[in-house]
């Protein structure tokens, strides 16, 4: 029993380290800043780690193939934005609205994957670029207005809770589920992983290796839509640019948890930890009185300094 | 006391002891080679050796003083410079870039001199005779066989005055594997030394001054090798009297064809091979490297796009990548067991796991139980000497990747398996294992394209052999045909039937 519990602790130390982080991150907030972290505080910030951390479980697919999707802020806003102005504050087709949605989303994704998968565009170019179409696209079909608020059925899912948990949280680790049995249960996980680890010897093994890759980035555009759909409905409105603020922060949280950024690592758990990590820092900079220019900057530190840390991590391994 | 010497070096990974005390020495201007069976500690040693692991005990001394390093860059600073089995130049580099890219030469400013670079290159490529590889040339565009010799300049360019070549001729061809060997030479005449390891029995006679034999992991003698014979060496390594090499077989093959091919083209690389592989047969691939096997292997795996048919069963099938070939029942061993074969960074278990995973699935879910008693029977069937399953295919030795690499097809029960070179890297023993699963594999009426640099291996365990070149089938080999001459003669294009 030990023994086996050893083990796992060598195997998923990166993710005990995380949790470990995050704990000593909230405690140290906790004294610095009165009112950290304690009564509806715990609250607010559940809310938000569960927002980000809903695009970093799509996001941890596509970091473990090896690439990234920067597409998700105008995927997550176009989700949004279609919800409120189709529904108009009614609940009438919310189910047909909200299949709409996630119909359009896979196909973002299918877009995504085949330009990766099948044209061999650079992952980071491909999603920016699509990220800069859907807004485009947004921009013009909309002539700059919002329209409409969000229906009273998802309002009340949003901001609801079951036995004191916010529903969004209750979303969160529903779905952070989800994805931790397929990725270390199916066979779809496996193949995932192998083709993260070793693209040419996947191929070789007979890994599909174009369609595996494309169906990450289909299930990491249906994590903003699902997203795009709770925070309008926890906002109770949407509006153009709300996801711009996510561009770096899903991919910061995954890579935080233990993913390496070269691909072939990465699991739901950590993801989990690595969110938590980064919305305790940002909520402690925010009640720091720190200027959202010097967040930024906070931001874009912590996201080179732990791809720093993976991937030499990476190097270390490749190196035996 | 001059010379190196290692002594009493310990390593264990967890339960198991890769070495155990070992001793060895060596001294100037010698070529000491460094025998073993599969997993009796030889790479874990030249691992230690050259900094990629730490000893757990134990002492590395050369010409007295004591050697300390962490990593092969410290190694190499100490004067020990290591060819590794596996290849480790940038593809993207230039050959040039490649040799000079941990100490690029001096130039004005900072920006690299490429000319400088190119005529130090040159220099180098004079004073151990290399005439075929351009300096300027991106390494992803030679052949495995120059890449290693690449490889093996840029380690002697740094000067070390001890040399590791692990298997360093297993991916030369032959007239290259003289060329190493005339070096080893020349470099032990200048008073280096030369740790030379290889699986190549005759060839480590034929070149090496003494030998230091490993058994499980503890050294169990040194001798000199023009005063001992094979069988003593053999019995050495193995603890007991080798029997037969290559196993003793009867022609199975029947004549209903398995797999045909007709007029496979790839332009450039392969032209207008046509040929039968019968149920029940080994077929034998030969000929100089470089002259179409890898391609026509290739094609027939779905990994190359070929132009003409393939048969399976007398039923025409469309292979457009490796995924098609296996649905088919036909399996590839690549050539290149590190990058192609196997993901070294995931488990055993996984690896073994892949090309089945479909079997052993429902609504897409691994059934565990089922999968877990399959990698049991396949590790137990091919006997795959780990740890755990759950360790990383790296931790593995040379033999025992190969093994694992075997396994994951067998667990298919693929009907028809193309090989290339699969003894490329491995010891005596497994070598001679493999020769009998793949006669077995052929007994149970499955098919085998067998292609091999090693022609005792073709005349050992073949049915037929197909010789190549020119891109092309220049010759079938039958019965009493099949001689070593036979394959040269037809290999240089010669032929070898008189002329009516």
């Not at chain 2, 900094?51 to 100490?78: H, M, W, Y």
């Not at chain 2, 897409?364 to 399959?374: D, P, T, V, W």
Request: charged share 20%; net charge positive.
């Amino acid at each position: 029993m030990i023994e086996r519990l050893k083990k796992n602790y060598y195997r998923n130390k990166t993710i005990y380290f995380c949790y470990m982080a995050a704990i000593v991150m909230y405690v140290a907030a906790m004294i610095i800043v009165p009112g950290f972290g304690v009564g509806t505080h715990v609250r607010s910030l559940m809310l938000e780690a569960s927002l980000i951390g809903i695009m970093a479980l799509g996001q941890t697919f596509v970091i473990i193939s090896g690439g990234a999707d920067l597409s998700m802020p105008w995927t997550m806003t176009g989700s949004a934005v279609l919800l409120t102005s189709l529904s108009n504050q009614k609940d009438d087709n919310i189910i047909w609205i909200i299949l709409l949605i996630l119909a359009l989303c896979t196909i973002v994704g299918m877009l995504n994957g085949l330009g990766v998968a099948y044209l061999k565009i650079p992952p980071m170019i491909m999603t920016l670029g699509m990220n800069s179409i859907l807004q485009g696209a947004l921009l013009v079909v909309l002539r700059g207005s919002t329209g409409g608020l969000a229906p009273q059925s998802i309002i009340n899912l949003a901001t609801g809770s079951l036995l004191g948990i916010p529903n969004l949280f209750i979303f969160w680790i529903t779905l952070g589920f989800a994805a931790s049995v397929l990725l270390h249960y199916s066979t779809y996980g496996h193949k995932l992983f192998a083709l993260g680890n070793n693209e040419k010897a996947a191929y070789f093994t007979g890994i599909r290796v174009k369609r595996v890759k494309m169906m990450a980035y289909v299930i990491s555009s249906l994590a903003p839509a699902i997203t795009g759909i709770l925070y309008a409905g926890r906002l109770g409105q949407s509006y153009l640019g709300m996801g711009d603020s996510f561009l770096f922060l899903t991919i910061i949280a995954v890579v935080l948890g233990g993913a390496s950024p070269m691909g072939g690592s990465g699991s739901s758990i950590g993801t989990f930890a690595g969110t938590c990590i980064l919305i305790v820092l940002k909520s402690f900079l925010a009640s720091a009185n720190l200027p959202t220019s010097a967040q930024d900057i906070l931001n874009g530190i912590v996201l080179i300094v732990a791809i720093i840390l993976m991937s030499g991590k990476n190097r270390k391994r490749d190196r035996l | 006391m001059s010379g190196f010497v290692v002594k009493k070096i310990s390593k264990s990974f967890g339960a198991v002891k890769a070495l155990d005390e070992v001793n060895f020495s060596a001294e100037h201007g010698e070529i000491h080679a460094i025998l073993g069976e599969n997993g009796a500690g030889k790479s874990t040693l030249i691992k230690i050796l050259s900094g990629v692991q730490q000893a757990d005990e134990g002492t590395i001394t050369l010409n007295g003083k004591e050697l300390r390093f962490k990593s092969p860059k410290e190694a190499l600073a100490c004067g020990i410079g290591t060819v590794f089995q596996e290849l480790s130049l940038m593809q993207d580099l230039t050959v040039a870039q490649n040799i000079f890219f941990e100490h690029y030469p001096k130039s004005k400013g900072i920006i690299i001199d490429k000319k400088l670079l190119r005529e130090k290159a040159l220099e180098l490529f004079q004073k151990y005779d290399i005439m075929d590889i351009d300096p300027d040339i991106r390494t992803n565009q030679l052949s495995l066989s120059q890449q290693q010799m690449v490889e093996i300049i840029k380690v002697i360019s740094r000067e070390p005055s001890i040399i590791i070549l692990d298997e360093a001729t297993s991916a030369l061809t032959q007239n290259r594997v003289h060329w190493l060997l005339d070096l080893a030479r020349k470099l032990a005449d200048k008073n280096k030394m030369i740790l030379f390891i290889s699986h190549r029995l005759q060839e480590t006679r034929q070149n090496c001054d003494r030998v230091t034999v490993l058994r499980n992991g503890r050294d169990v003698g040194v001798r000199t090798l023009n005063e001992v014979d094979n069988d003593e060496l053999v019995s050495l390594m193995i603890g007991r009297k080798l029997s037969a090499y290559f196993p003793e077989w009867k022609p199975m093959a029947s004549e209903q064809p398995q797999l045909e091919a007709k007029s496979l083209t790839i332009d450039k690389y392969l032209n207008n091979v046509t040929f039968t592989l019968r149920k029940g047969e080994v077929l034998g691939v030969g000929g100089l490297a470089g002259q179409g096997q890898v391609p026509l292997f290739l094609a027939l795996a779905g990994i190359r796009h070929a132009t003409g048919e393939i048969m399976l069963d007398g039923r025409k099938i469309v292979l457009r990548n490796p995924g098609d070939a296996l649905e088919n029942g036909i399996t590839l061993i690549p050539e290149d067991r590190s990058t192609e074969g196997l993901i070294q960074t995931m488990s055993i278990r996984i690896n073994l796991l892949l090309p089945s995973l479909s079997i052993f699935s429902k609504w897409g879910f691994l059934n565990r139980k089922q999968s877990e008693r399959a990698i049991e029977e396949a590790i137990e069937r091919l006997e795959i000497k780990m740890g755990s399953s759950d360790d990383m295919v790296m931790s593995l030795s040379g033999g025992n990747q190969q093994k694992v690499l075997i396994s994951k097809y067998l667990m298919l029960n693929p009907k028809v398996f193309l090989m290339l070179d699969p003894t490329r890297g491995v010891d005596v023993g497994t070598k001679s294992e493999m020769f009998r699963l793949v006669r077995k594999l052929a007994e149970e009426g499955n098919s085998v394209l067998f292609y091999s640099t090693d022609l005792s291996e073709l005349t050992g365990i073949c049915d037929r052999v197909m010789v190549m070149y020119d891109n092309s089938v220049f010759d079938t080999l039958v019965g009493e045909e099949i001689t070593k001459e036979n394959i040269l003669k037809a290999s240089v294009g010669e032929s070898i039937r008189i002329t009516q």
